[in-house]
């Protein structure tokens, strides 16, 4: 044989899991696998999976399934494929996945990704790792990572796990208790990325405002602080953060919209229902009226910041009265983008064995209704921009020739097609002032202006 092994990555779920697949795909690549864009003639297929909502885990399962048929036709021709599942799915379901899919070699938990190269060594029954110690995580990933041209718009990850136990939510259990990352670890990944080529940095966390690392010189940091110092790196032009817990949004960081200009105007602050009562079933530890302070506060100090939310519905005892009252507070907060979802009871977590489970049929009628006014707000968010001049990162070539899609500050998605004789190529990790000329539910259409006007709504 002699050949470079490949391996398979698939990712579902959470811009962590984006993340986590980048440090899974260093940890193979330093172990000798060359990543492929399709299982079928890998050696390795990693699922790196999603808990958070029950189908996403089925759909791990029917991946299994179908993984299994490639598997049995390979084998004919001699080749034995090895799977390895990771992620949150992984995490929860440890080696009961080995006996519910007999074709998975090694389940290996969100923390602990460095020991897959001994993992895929070791007989199926020991090859589980679901070991608790985020330290350890970053500290055997940094090093592979320091090779690697960075896309224009890149992830990192500076918190990890929840505290804060919503009842619907299975992360403080698959994630884990809150853990920060040292100051000094972050700037350092920080100054890493953006030398080989980021510009767009987005700080992930699952309760990412939460953050409290060691700070450099003692003390602890806040995410605030840590935000001036980044935005002091040559070469990031933009950062963002998510996902934020209203709880934690204090003053130092809503102020910092204001101050820090690299600080994007858009931010994904969840507030997942709009009832009072529901948000207290829910251990949100806020009301509704908290949330419109911070709104308030938030468009005091940067006038024009767009927001995103995520929106459950269908908690148990979800009322009528309290999904009018989702319905309300997002026509009067007016969000640019939303996730929202049925509300999916996880095993283990409080709001699994509470009174009230709602039926099925209620719930996608109320998700129609919310996701019919989500998509109307979106769209009219989307048409305010028309006409505007908007700084867009290009990341990427479109279909087209001469197209160019890029970012806007609000993450619109600009498709751009370049004046003639210009390549795409040329302005991939580029800022360009653009004209918003178009608009539809989820992009818009732009011109580059030849004069560099810098004017930011
Ligand atoms: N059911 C439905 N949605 C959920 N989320 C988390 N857990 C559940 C659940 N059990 C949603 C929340 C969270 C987002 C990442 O997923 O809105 O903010
Ligand atoms: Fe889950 Fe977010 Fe609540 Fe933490 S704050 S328990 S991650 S929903």
Redesign the pocket.
């Known amino acids: 044989m002699g050949d470079t092994r490949k391996a398979f990555i698939k990712t579902y779920g959470c811009q962590m899991n984006v993340y986590d697949s980048q440090r899974i795909a260093d940890v193979l690549s330093s172990d000798g696998y060359a990543l492929v864009d399709t299982p079928e003639d890998a050696d390795l297929t990693v699922l790196n999976t999603c808990h958070?909502r029950e189908k996403a885990a089925e759909k791990v399962y029917s991946e299994l399934g179908r993984l299994r048929v490639m598997q049995d036709k390979q084998a004919q021709s001699g080749k034995a494929m090895k799977i390895a599942v990771a992620g949150c799915v992984a995490q929860a379901e440890g080696d009961e996945m080995l006996r519910r899919a007999k074709n998975v070699d090694v389940v290996v938990g969100p923390q602990a990704y460095q020991e897959l190269p001994d993992l895929l060594q070791k007989p199926k029954q020991q090859a589980v790792s679901q070991s608790f110690a985020p330290e350890d995580k970053f500290a055997a990933l940094k090093s592979a990572a320091l090779y690697r041209p960075s896309p224009p718009t890149a992830f990192l990850t500076i918190q990890e796990?929840?505290?804060?136990?919503?009842t619907?939510?299975?992360?403080?259990y698959t994630?884990g208790g809150e853990f920060s990352r040292p100051e000094a670890d972050i700037l350092n990944e920080a100054r890493s990325l953006a030398s080989r080529g980021a510009r767009d940095v987005t700080l992930l966390g699952?309760?990412v405002n939460?953050y409290h690392g060691e700070k450099i010189g003692g003390g602890t940091q806040s995410l605030a602080g840590l935000l001036y110092e980044l935005a002091d790196i040559d070469g990031i032009e933009r950062l963002r953060y998510t996902?934020s817990?209203p709880r934690d949004m204090d003053d130092g960081l809503i102020n910092a919209h204001g101050t820090i200009p690299q600080l994007m105007p858009y931010l994904h602050l969840?507030v997942?229902s709009g009832s009072d009562a529901v948000l207290k079933r829910?251990?949100?530890r806020h009301g509704r009226d908290l949330y419109f302070d911070l709104v308030d506060k938030l468009r005091a100090a940067r006038p024009g910041i767009a927001l995103s939310s995520?929106l459950i519905v269908g908690f148990p005892g979800e009322s009528d009265a309290d999904f009018a009252d989702t319905m309300d507070l997002v026509r009067r907060v007016k969000y640019a983008q939303c996730y929202s979802f049925k509300y999916s009871p996880r095993a283990g977590t409080p709001g699994a064995d509470m009174e009230g489970q709602v039926p099925e049929e209620l719930k996608t009628e109320r998700l129609a209704e919310l996701q019919a006014l989500l998509n109307e707000q979106q769209s009219a968010f989307n048409a305010g921009a028309c006409g505007q001049v908007m700084p867009v990162l290009f990341e990427r070539s479109g279909k087209y020739e001469a197209q160019i899609i890029g970012r806007s500050p609000y993450m619109q998605a600009v498709h751009v097609t370049l004046p003639a004789g210009a390549e795409p190529i040329d302005f991939l990790g580029e800022i360009h002032d653009c004209e918003i000329v178009q608009s539809g539910p989820n992009s818009l259409a732009g011109q580059l202006l030849t004069e560099d006007v810098k004017t930011l709504a």
Request: net charge positive.
């Open positions: 958070i796990g929840c505290d804060k136990f919503c619907f939510c299975v992360v403080p994630r699952q309760n939460a996902t817990h969840p997942q829910m251990n949100r995520d």
